[in-house]
């Protein structure tokens, strides 16, 4: 069993900032890329940004020097730090992680429950 809780979503004015954590528990061998994605209303989700095992980095254009991801590895935890938050910004956000549970399977996508980011004054 393989276990996402998300945590740091909020109400926020514009400008401001918000820092969401994903922690994953649970039968775990190894983590490989973990990422945020996000759904605002009548829209699909997209992808915010992402973090491989090795520290590299995508980020959506949208988000691009505002938003930093980083993760701790031995706390098997991502983070999404977000500043100069703008009302379009506004969506649930979802922690996804690709990891491997044993030796021999494959690494499968696990989805977090999403927590609410409303930027709004």
């Known amino acids: 069993q393989v276990q996402l809780v998300e945590s740091g979503g909020g109400l926020v004015q514009p400008g401001g900032s918000l820092r969401l954590s994903c922690a994953v528990s649970?039968?775990?061998?190894?983590?490989?890329?973990m990422g945020w994605y996000r759904r605002a209303p009548g829209n699909q989700r997209e992808l915010v940004a992402v973090i491989t095992s090795g520290g590299s980095t995508n980020y959506a254009d949208s988000v691009k020097g505002r938003f930093t991801i980083s993760r701790d590895n031995a706390k098997n935890t991502v983070y999404l730090q977000m500043n100069s938050l703008k009302p379009e910004d506004t969506a649930v956000y979802y922690c996804n992680v690709n990891l491997r549970r044993r030796p021999m399977e494959y690494a499968n996508n696990y989805w977090g429950q999403g927590t609410q980011v409303t930027v709004s004054s």
């Open positions: 649970g039968s775990i061998l190894s983590i490989n890329v």
